[in-house]
């Protein structure tokens, strides 16, 4: 049987700014088709480490490895097009919801299919007249669904999601998360989601839970050691 590489290995990731203990020696591997859950307390460090792990922060200590090399090694351009971050509140780019649809095509030289927008569109529920609908006009449930679409134009082979169906209500929560498990189910995409949502926990393959690191009591606990 041939062996799966790992996509991503995180080794012994932490992350102290100033002093002050965020993450520390976090260790996780994800491979093609895993669908993991990253949760825990609020400041415990998710976003945090979603975003180390997108490359859009650089740890204080540890590595990450992408298909076994370091990422530090790696063009951050092409990273990204394959780890795929998608944030709880996004950044859409120019005027309208059609801009960002085609930003994806355009950095690749590559000439988009409108009608495929449309098709997308009406698969996360929304209206095909949002394609022309200016940004500034959308809801926070439809900036969400926009970002993902974006991410999606071309299928990376890791996608982060950071608590991207909090502003979304049940019905539309639950479509997003069935498109996502037919993708890792049908294309083999790895997914690392930070949510607190029990359905969405209820059905990853492993969920991995940080702690929120108590500077005072970890001073306090040394002082009784020493």
Known sequence: MKETMTLLHVDGVGYRPDNTTILSNIQLTLNPGEFK???GPSGCGKSTLLKIVASLLSPTEGTILFEGKDITTLSPEA????VSYCAQTPTLFGATVYDNLIFPWQI???TPDPKAFLADLTRFG???????KSISELSGGEKQRVSLIRNLQFLPKVLLLDEITSALDDSNKQNVNEIIHRYVREQHL???WVTH???EIAHADDVITLQAHDR??????NRERA
């Open 79 to 82: 990273y990204r097009q394959q």
């Open 197 to 199: 949502d029990k359905d």
């Open 216 to 221: 005072a009591q970890a001073q306090e606990a």
């Open 126 to 132: 929304l209206a095909h007249e949002t394609l022309e």
């Open 108 to 110: 690749r030289n590559q």
């Open 37 to 39: 859950l990253i949760t």
């Open 190 to 192: 790895a997914v690392l």
